[in-house]
């Protein structure tokens, strides 16, 4: 197999104190003092933290103080259920406990002293001087308590990427495959950096794939992560064109919007350098994955919020306006290489029939799996064409979805408005 071109990919460099750092590039240039504060609050904290035995939920300021709510890492599920068991009582505690960890963890006083009367528990009170009144340094104290605590993150895009067979070779192989499948995610990381595309991204393992998300909460942040699947997925199937072996996998690719909890998990004395993420929509991507066919590309059924409308607010835009937004963008990732040809065009669809004087169906397909539960998926098409060399098809053709086991259900689309119509 011919060699991948190297992309060195700078890291950042660690803040040192005792647990896990917590600081980004942006607050290194704040002053010495203020950053030798932080990495002692960051201590306090870790020792708060305790291994894991409590959980860091929000903080305030009161004076030159700060208090933290810190709870048992079994109070949040037993806050749900405590009481007279009434399923009212129990979605209403939920319901309070998602708003408060899907919200800023710098609260209000009075919001503060709510949480910590709904959980029945005294705040850990810290003194700190430090200049809250840069954001810089109040972000800092945020991102602390995130690491020690707990985030429901919602309307965000997850990936799923499977390898096809991976239980099936032997260890060696198995970890060539991952190596490849890390090495696809970080060159496509890398080339989207070049455009200006500033992806967060963060994955986790899931034994034969990976889990992949971006951190930035922008409005763009789920179309920038669609185009890293797209080309991650291009990374690797030029690899196995290459190939004289089975190192470089098959994959099974699934996008989706929706909510998940984020964490860290222990390791040693300290939280891990990676957070993990389970909910809805990880519970969502595992099901569409199971059932996708070697190479296909599924995306779920969702809405999402995307740029500005007229009065400012975000646009809802469900599954097929999202991609045809994004296939409004690809321009700009024009110019970029793939193994020797530059890319000169990009399309990416979802999958249908066409019609005779224009308009076209979407085909929507009903996933039932073993539980009873049904989930309506997408397959997508994504089309690389290269100046001077062979253009990439990524995903299915439709007419190649006979052995795609699910309902299918064709979506009217009209040419110029673009109204969703069965």
């Known amino acids: 197999m011919e060699p991948r071109e190297t992309i060195i990919v700078p890291t950042r460099t660690a803040f040192p104190q005792a647990c896990r750092p917590t600081m980004d590039d942006r607050k290194h240039d704040l002053r010495a003092e203020v950053r030798e504060r932080l990495a002692r609050l960051d201590r306090e904290l870790c020792a708060i933290w305790n291994l894991g035995d409590n959980v860091l939920l929000a903080w305030t300021r009161a004076g030159d103080d700060l208090l933290f709510l810190a709870v048992r890492h079994y109070a949040i599920p037993e806050s749900v259920h405590a009481g007279d068991g009434a399923r009212s009582r129990q979605g209403e505690a939920l319901r309070f406990i998602n708003d408060l960890v899907s919200g800023p963890k710098r609260l209000a006083p009075d919001e503060f002293d ?21 954001d810089r340094v109040s972000l800092s104290v945020s991102d602390m308590v ?23 070779q032997p260890p060696l192989e198995q970890m060539s495959m991952l190596n490849s499948l890390a090495y696809s995610v970080n060159s496509a990381h890398a080339q989207l950096l070049s455009k200006n595309i500033r992806i967060e991204f963060a994955r986790t393992t899931t034994g034969d794939g990976f889990y992949i998300w971006n951190r930035a909460r922008t409005a763009d ?29 098959k994959l099974r690719a699934a996008f989706h919007v929706g909510e998940h909890y984020e964490f860290h998990q222990v390791e040693g004395l300290n939280p891990t350098n990676f957070s993990y993420i389970v909910g809805q929509v990880t519970v969502d991507l595992a099901r569409m994955v199971q059932r996708a066919l070697p190479g296909q590309i599924l995306l779920g059924d969702f809405h999402t919020a995307m740029g500005d409308g007229a009065a400012g607010a975000p646009l809802q835009r469900d599954t097929i306006d999202f991609v045809d937004d994004t ?16 890319i000169s065009g990009i399309r990416c669809y979802l999958t249908g029939r066409r019609l005779e004087g224009g308009g076209h169906y979407v085909h929507r397909y009903h996933l039932r799996d073993k539980h009873g539960s049904t989930r309506q998926v997408y397959n997508a098409k994504i089309n690389i064409h290269r100046e001077g060399v062979d253009p990439i098809y990524l995903g299915i053709q439709n007419e190649d979805l006979a052995n795609f086991d699910a309902e299918l259900e064709a979506l009217r689309r009209e040419p110029v408005s673009g109204a969703l119509t069965p």
């Not at 690491?147 to 099936?168: N, T």
């Open 114 to 134: 709510r949480a910590c009367r709904a959980f029945d528990c005294e705040p850990t009170r810290i003194r700190a001087e430090l200049p809250l009144e840069d």
């Open 327 to 342: 296939a409004a963008t690809l321009d700009q990732l024009a110019g970029l290489e793939i193994s020797g040809g530059r």
């Open 221 to 249: 942040s789920n179309t920038e992560l669609y185009k890293l699947l797209m080309m991650l997925l291009a990374d690797n199937a030029v690899a196995r064109s290459k190939a004289r072996s089975s190192w470089v996998p």
């Open 146 to 168: 995130r690491v020690y605590g707990v985030s429901l993150v919602r309307d965000r895009a997850v990936i799923l990427l499977d390898a096809v067979q991976f239980s099936l």
